[in-house]
Structures are given as structure tokens and as C-alpha cells.
T-cell receptor, first 112, second 116 residues
């Protein structure tokens, strides 16, 4: 699986958009980008994933650059409850599922 | 609520002992994964089962073993426990593309193991 690079920490003001970058310059053509977050010591929570098109769901938007070497997770209106560690993971999809390789992630602090 | 359940929530035991952690996947999910999260190692993949068969192994110690039962629940057995085994243990499940589902993993709330 390709490795990812994320800033160790970021701050965001409550109500503003949080833009979390992820670099995956060695991503291969069949690898997807996944985002999860972990609030305190809870189980990681799925946010969104994509291959090459931008994706949006009720939680966030995922913007993937045209060369696919980087992506940005956007939380449009961050709240205090969005304070968490955010993980960007790239991996292939497999018929029977494949494990994730988690890096250290980005610790997002949403400030009042 | 992800739909994945894990028991117990907390477990305190002594070195040298053996414990069993239990995971019930989401309804319809065939794959179960186990991860360990310790303070100094982050989230690490241990082992995966798909429909009762072992699919992949990660950094799982020989003292640890797992199985997935016909009803698809899974158990992680940890034996000869050491202080360093103290960690959060998470179970995740996914449908699997082979069955026409997605491979998004959904994580349970975890079991916090403390070895004294």
C-alpha cells in the first residue's frame, strides 16, 4: 500500500471549513483514498473514500488532485465535535476485504 | 453506532494470564478484522477473517490467536499476557466485494485491556 503524509496537527475555528491535506505521491492506479477519524479512544469512524473523482457525502467532501498524488478532506462547517485524529489511507480494493495501514494521522482541534 | 459490537469494554488482568475478546460484526458482513492500538505504536492490523477463513495476518504475536465462527462472530485470544499487551483492541467488519457489497470497514467501540 502507498504511504501517506499528513500534517501532525491543525487548528480550525468553529463554524469554519476544515481542510485536511494528505500527500500520497506514490499512489498506484488501483488504489483508493479513504478517510477515517478517531475521536478520543473511540473506534475509528468511516468518513469518505474515492478513486479519482471528487466525492461528497453528509459528513465531508473529498477533493483528489488530477494526478492523484494528493487529496484534501473538507469538513464544511467544523464543530467542536469534529475534534479528532483524522487518518488518510490508500489501499487497493479486494474482493474479500483488505486491512488498513494507519499512519499517525492529523490531530484536528476545533476551537470555539 | 457502527453496528459492530465488542465485549467486554474493559478487561483488567495479570501478567501470564489468558483472555478472550469477542466481536460481533454488522449484520451481513463476512469479513472481520482485528487491530491493536497502543500508545507508542498507533493502530496496527493483527488479523483478518472472511467467512470463517483466515485471509491475512499482520503483526500478530504467536501468543495471540483468533477465529471466526459459523455465525460470523469472532474471538481474539491473548495468552501469556505481558505488560506490553496493554492496549485498545478494535474489531472491524466489512461486507466484502465478492458478495456484491462494499469493502468499507466499520469499527467497533473497542476493548481496553490492562495487564498488571
Amino acid at each position: 500500500d502507498a504511504k501517506t503524509t499528513q500534517p501532525p496537527s491543525m487548528d480550525c475555528a468553529e463554524g469554519r471549513a476544515a481542510n485536511l491535506p494528505c500527500n500520497h505521491s506514490t499512489i498506484s492506479g488501483n488504489e483508493y483514498v479513504y478517510w477515517y477519524r478517531q475521536i478520543h479512544s473511540q473506534g475509528p469512524q468511516y468518513i469518505i473514500h474515492g478513486l479519482k473523482n471528487n466525492e461528497t457525502n453528509e459528513m465531508a467532501s473529498l477533493i483528489i488532485t488530477e494526478d492523484r498524488k494528493s487529496s484534501t478532506l473538507i469538513l464544511p462547517h467544523a464543530t467542536l465535535r469534529d475534534t479528532a485524529v483524522y487518518y488518510c489511507i490508500v489501499r487497493v480494493r479486494d474482493n474479500y476485504g483488505q486491512n488498513f495501514v494507519f499512519g499517525p494521522g492529523t490531530r484536528l482541534s476545533v476551537l470555539p | 453506532d457502527s453496528g459492530v459490537t465488542q465485549t467486554p469494554k474493559h478487561l483488567i488482568t495479570a501478567t501470564g494470564q489468558r483472555v478472550t475478546l469477542r466481536c460481533s460484526p454488522r449484520s451481513g458482513d463476512l469479513s472481520v478484522y482485528w487491530y491493536q492500538q497502543s500508545l507508542d505504536q498507533g493502530l496496527q492490523f493483527l488479523i483478518q477473517y472472511y467467512n470463517g477463513e483466515e485471509r491475512a495476518k499482520g503483526n500478530i504475536l504467536e501468543r495471540f490467536s483468533a477465529q471466526q465462527f459459523p455465525d460470523l462472530h469472532s474471538e481474539l485470544n491473548l495468552s501469556s499476557l505481558e505488560l506490553g499487551d496493554s492496549a485498545l483492541y478494535f474489531c472491524a467488519s466489512s461486507e466484502g466485494l465478492a458478495g456484491g457489497g462494499t469493502d468499507t470497514q466499520y469499527f467497533g467501540p473497542g476493548t481496553r485491556l490492562t495487564v498488571l
